[in-house]
């Protein structure tokens, strides 16, 4: 397994990175039925620090006997997608792979082939005949997935915001089931995507306004997709009025949040300390929480969850804050969290955009067309979801604090070079 060692360090989607790896050992090994000798390898990985972590990652033995991380086109990310489709369980060395059937799929599969899904980092996704995607969890948390149980009721309500859930796949070892991957329908469409905002609004920026007012307008359709989505999750899952303890709850966290930001964002962006004051202040409206809808949410709404199609948009990618616990994202919370990251996602956008025109007068025209593309958000958002849902400004504008702050202390310690947009973001927010 050592061999295997240099291709996790470099995979996007490893998040061992900056940690001194002490050990490697293999803790399971599945031949995958129609995968012609391909396996599904089960790593674990020991750190420097103390701290561990299991991932997994098909791999095919070559005839000279070296094991190696399969391609995306391998034959064997095609059978983990029918085994996730049609069921079944195949045993290994240690523990077994499970494969749950869903919706079945519109159209009878070939099985035949597949591609990679470019769009994904933290996991991988492969495209299997242009009908279904199967995004394997590479690394490997114990319990119930949030993606897998927010699709699972998205498509019990038929939810056109949402692809169909096909199938998922477990990992069962010594009493303990692990989400291992989730197979849903391919949808037809083109991303809305961070890279095709960013470089439409930067062709835009010192052009006509109206066309900048069109870009804007635009986003009101992704409104009414968080709305009309949140309204599906609320009819599948149901939901409750947050109490006095669940806003004293989610203020603490949001607090002692901020307090992270603040140390670990004060080498790299020493003046969001100044800010700290004012943030506290904006966070204390959190306390408006209570009595107000809490549900199941998409948990990780932006540009780049979405994808347009010929009926509309529709988002995809639930697995929720990738900052926060497995468990922390199947909680229920307000559907305005989804809403304040979606219009982050456009400020972050407009930053984007105005970096690339070498900001200066851009940083502002930029930031104006956030503003009305935001306006469109909100206007679409509350035309689409269900009665009674609330577009408290000043709720919405404590829960974009509090996000953008785990925003900011993503990029300082995973991401450095993107911390210019939250430290931008963060001072027109707060100033």
């Excluded at 094991?67 to 049609?86: I, M």
């Excluded at 240690?94 to 990679?116: K, L």
């Excluded at 692809?163 to 329908?185: C, D, H, K, M, N």
């Excluded at 969290?337 to 979606?342: F, I, K, N, R």
């Amino acid at each position: 397994m050592s061999a295997l060692g240099p291709e996790l360090e470099r995979a996007r989607w490893y998040h061992g990175k900056g940690r001194e790896l002490v050990s490697l050992r293999l803790v399971d090994r599945v031949y995958v039925p129609d995968a012609d000798g391909g396996l599904l390898t089960i790593l674990a990985t020991e750190y420097a620090d103390g701290s561990a972590a299991e991932y997994a990652m098909p791999t095919r033995v070559r005839p000279a006997g070296a094991v190696e991380a399969a391609q995306p086109t391998d034959p064997v990310w095609t059978a983990l997608a029918r085994l996730a489709a049609t069921g079944g369980s195949v045993d290994g060395d240690h523990g077994a792979v499970v494969g749950v059937p869903g919706s079945p799929p519109e159209r009878d599969v070939p099985w035949r082939d597949c591609r990679p899904l470019e769009a994904d980092q933290s996991n991988t996704s492969v495209v299997v005949d242009g009908l279904l995607v199967l995004k394997l969890y590479r690394r490997l948390r114990p319990g119930n997935h949030p993606e897998q149980e927010l699709l699972a009721g998205l498509t019990r309500v038929q939810s056109q915001r949402a692809p169909a859930l096909v199938g998922s796949i477990e990992y069962r070892r010594g009493g303990t089931v692990t989400a291992l991957a989730t197979a849903y329908a391919h949808v037809e469409g083109s991303p809305v995507g961070w890279e095709p905002a960013i470089a439409t609004l930067t062709a835009a920026l010192g052009g006509p306004v109206a066309e900048l007012e069109r870009i804007a307008a635009g986003a009101g359709e992704m409104g009414r997709c968080a709305g009309e989505l949140h309204r599906d999750l609320l009819t599948a899952f149901g939901g409750r009025l947050a109490t006095r303890s669940a806003a004293v709850a989610e203020h603490d966290r949001a607090a002692a949040g901020l307090a992270e930001a603040l140390r670990v964002t004060r080498p790299l962006a020493p003046e969001l300390e100044a800010l700290g004051a004012t943030a506290r202040v904006e966070l204390a409206e959190v306390d408006r929480l209570e009595g107000t809808q809490i549900q199941r949410i998409h948990g990780d709404l932006h540009v780049g969850q979405l994808l347009r199609t010929s009926t509309g948009i529709v988002a995809i990618d639930f697995e929720g804050d990738p900052t926060l616990p497995t468990e922390a994202r199947r909680e229920l919370a307000s559907p305005l969290q989804d809403v304040a990251s979606l219009l982050l996602s456009l400020d972050h956008v407009a930053v984007a955009a105005a970096r690339r025109r070498g900001f200066g007068s851009a940083t502002a025209e930029a930031f104006a067309w956030s503003a009305r593309a935001r306006d469109a958000v909100v206007g679409g958002y509350m035309g689409s979801a269900a009665p009674g849902a609330t577009s408290d400004p000043r709720l919405l504008q404590a829960l974009e604090v509090a996000k953008e702050r785990r925003e900011a202390v993503y990029a300082a310690r995973v991401l450095p070079e993107w911390l210019y947009a939250p430290r931008l973001v963060l001072k027109k927010l707060l100033e």
